[in-house]
């Protein structure tokens, strides 16, 4: 119900204020999804309980939080997750048939159990997660852009991220494959960087520090 998570996050951002935060960071992508009106990516199921389903009422999250959040005195980010598609495999089956991942299936990756990732070394990923963001920021007085601690997924008991038929593809000109991944964050995070300051110069756009 759109009331529960209007007071939902009344709650948090009043209580924020009293605690004297100036600034209020707000996860709008999860998991390849949106807490927001997207044309790009679907609803997310953490709203409705399914991918896709819109709020009741036309409500918009972030447009709520943005709304309210300034209404305190406090800045309002919007934070992305940026390849994560499912948080755990048993997502897989539920997407939504809007969800670009269904749409292009040639741009995911499902590492050893299951999860399944965009593809961080085709540059259709790249693009789709740069549209993504560039979307927020055209569309919401967001006052900054935040990504996740991004880093390629770890291995999960020995077995590294199956990313093997990418680096043969697209990693001409490495020779080796940890520098030819770390070039493909770099390539994102300066990409989304040059994109937000072309829409909106004072709009601040960040990389979480690892949090462990």
Known sequence: DSN????DLINILDNCKDMGFNAVFFQVRPCGDALYKSSIFPWSKYL?????????DGFDPLQFAVEEAHARGMQLHAWI???RITN??????YLAK?????????????????????????????DLIVDGAAEIVQNYDVD??????????YPIKGKDFPDDASFARYGGGFSNKADWRRSNVNILI???????RGLKPW??????????
Do not use: C, R, W
């Open 4 to 7: 529960v998570l209007k007071n």
């Open 48 to 56: 409705t309980g399914t991918q896709g389903l819109a709020p009741n």
């Open 81 to 83: 997750n940026p390849y």
């Open 88 to 93: 755990t495999s048993a997502d897989n089956p």
């Open 98 to 126: 809007q969800n670009p991942a269904v749409l292009n299936p040639n741009l995911v990756i499902q590492d050893s159990n299951g999860k399944m990732y965009y593809n961080p070394g085709d540059q259709a990923s790249i």
């Open 144 to 153: 900054g852009l935040h990504m996740d601690d991004y880093f390629y997924p």
């Open 190 to 196: 300066q990409k989304i960087h040059e994109t937000v």
């Open 203 to 212: 709009v601040k756009f960040g990389v979480s520090p690892f949090g462990i």
